[in-house]
C-alpha cells in the first residue's frame, strides 16, 4: 500500500515537511478487536500539525504514518470482530504506534470506529469522528451551566463554526474572536452578529464591554498564552474558560488572580478522549446519530478547501497552514 511517511520530528515545520516521504508499505492487519479499513479520505488538523513538529502529546515510532482520523470502508476483521462489518462505511479515530489514516489501508480498533448512515457525504465523514463531537461535547457544558452567552476564539475553525450553530440554534448570544480583518467579514456575511478581532487596539476593553453586557459566563479557548487571560480577566464573576487547544504554542500568561480569588472565575480543559469516556452506554450512538443527520440536512457542515492526493501531500500542508480558516484540506490516495 501506499503511505505517506514521517522519517523525523522537527520543530521546524519546514524541515519536517520536506523530510516527508510516500513509501510502498504491508497492508497492515486487524488484531483481535479491530477492523481494516480501506481509506477515502483524511484531513489535516492542527493537531497533525503539532505531531509533525513533535510537539503533540502523541508520539509515534519513527519512521511513522502520521494521520488520525478520516474515513473508509472496512475490508477486514480481527478475530471477536463479526465478519458482516466487512463493506460497512466508517469514521475512525486512531493514535496507535506503527499505523496512520494517511495511507491507503489503516487498522484501527472497533471501538474507535463510527458507523455512517448511507447519506454522510465522503468529505464530511472524513472530517466527522473529532471535531463534530469536540463541539458537541464542550457546547453541553454551556447547556448544563444554562449559559446564555458564549465567546469563543479561532471561531473561524471548523470546532467553533459548530459550536456556533449548535448555541444559535438554542438562542444563546456568540461573542466570536478571530484575527484578521478578513476573517470578521467572512463570519458577519456567514450571518454572525459579534465578531471582535484580537489585533484591534480596543479589543480587550470591547471585550469587557461585551462579556458582561451579554453576561458571557463561558469562553471556549483554542489559542492558551496570553489570550486565555484576555479571555477570563474580561469575564464577569463566576465565569469560565475551557481551554481546549493550544494553537499560540505558548504557556497560559497574564491571569488577574484576583478575579480567580475574589469572583470565583476558574480555566479547565476538555479533551475529547476524557468526555467519551464519561458517557454512559449507548451515549455516544446517540449523538452520532443526532450529529449525522445535522450533516446529512447540511444543518452543520466542514469547510472543505481542497483534496490533495498522497503525491501532493506536502503542497497540501502548505496550503492548510496558509489559510486554516479557509477550511480543512483533505489528503486522499
Ligand atoms: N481538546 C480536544 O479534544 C480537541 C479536539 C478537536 C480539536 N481540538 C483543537 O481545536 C482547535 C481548533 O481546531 P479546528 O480543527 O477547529 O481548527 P481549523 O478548522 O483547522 O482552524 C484553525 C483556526 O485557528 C486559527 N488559528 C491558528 N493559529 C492561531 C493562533 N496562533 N492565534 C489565533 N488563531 C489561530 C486559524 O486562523 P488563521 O486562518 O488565521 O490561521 C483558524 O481559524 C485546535 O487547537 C485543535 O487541536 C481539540
Redesign the pocket.
Known amino acids: 500500500m501506499k503511505s505517506v511517511v514521517l522519517p523525523a520530528y522537527n520543530n521546524n515545520l519546514i524541515r519536517a515537511l520536506l523530510g516527508i516521504r510516500i513509501d510502498d508499505k504491508d497492508i497492515p492487519q486487524p488484531k483481535p478487536g479491530q477492523v481494516q479499513i480501506k481509506m477515502e479520505a483524511a484531513p489535516y488538523?492542527?493537531?497533525d500539525i503539532?505531531f509533525l513538529r513533535g510537539s503533540y502529546n502523541v508520539v509515534k515510532s519513527l519512521p511513522c504514518i502520521p494521520g488520525f482520523e478520516g474515513c473508509g470502508i472496512i475490508t477486514e476483521t480481527g478475530e471477536g470482530i463479526n465478519d458482516r462489518f466487512k463493506g460497512r462505511r466508517i469514521s475512525f479515530f486512531v493514535q496507535d504506534d506503527g499505523v496512520g489514516s494517511w495511507s491507503e489501508y489503516v487498522v484501527a480498533n472497533i471501538t474507535d470506529c463510527i458507523f455512517l448512515k448511507d447519506e454522510m457525504p465522503m468529505e464530511q465523514a472524513a472530517c466527522f469522528a473529532?471535531?463534530p463531537f469536540?463541539a458537541f461535547g464542550m457546547y453541553e457544558l454551556a447547556q448544563q451551566e444554562s449559559c446564555t452567552a458564549i465567546i469563543q476564539?479561532?471561531?473561524?475553525?471548523?470546532?467553533?463554526?459548530f459550536i456556533s450553530e449548535l448555541a444559535q440554534r438554542d438562542g444563546l448570544k456568540v461573542i466570536n474572536i478571530?484575527?484578521?480583518a478578513e476573517?470578521v467579514e467572512a463570519l458577519k456575511t456567514a450571518g454572525e452578529e459579534v465578531v471582535l478581532n484580537?489585533n484591534d487596539e480596543q479589543f480587550e476593553e470591547e471585550l469587557k464591554k461585551l462579556a458582561h453586557e451579554f453576561t458571557a459566563t463561558m469562553a471556549y479557548d483554542?489559542?492558551g498564552g496570553k489570550?486565555t487571560a484576555q479571555l477570563i480577566n474580561a469575564m464577569p464573576a463566576d465565569s469560565e474558560v475551557i481551554v481546549?487547544?493550544?494553537?499560540?504554542?505558548m504557556p497560559i500568561q497574564g491571569i488577574d488572580p484576583m478575579g480567580v480569588i475574589f469572583d470565583r472565575k476558574i480555566i479547565t480543559?476538555?479533551?475529547?478522549?476524557d468526555?467519551m469516556d464519561s458517557l454512559e452506554d449507548g451515549e455516544f450512538e446517540t449523538v452520532s446519530d443526532y450529529l449525522q443527520d445535522l450533516f446529512i440536512a447540511e444543518d452543520l457542515k466542514t469547510e472543505i478547501q481542497g483534496t490533495y492526493t498522497y503525491d501532493d501531500v506536502v503542497k497540501g500542508i502548505r496550503a492548510?497552514?496558509g489559510?486554516?480558516?479557509?477550511?480543512?484540506i483533505l489528503i486522499t490516495p
Request: no cysteine; net charge positive.
Open positions: 488538523n492542527p493537531s503539532a473529532v471535531n469536540t476564539n479561532a471561531a473561524s475553525g471548523q470546532v467553533s463554526r478571530v484575527r484578521k476573517q484580537s483554542a489559542i489570550m481546549y487547544g493550544g494553537l499560540s504554542g480543559g476538555f479533551n475529547l478522549m468526555w492548510y497552514i489559510n486554516m480558516s479557509a477550511g480543512k
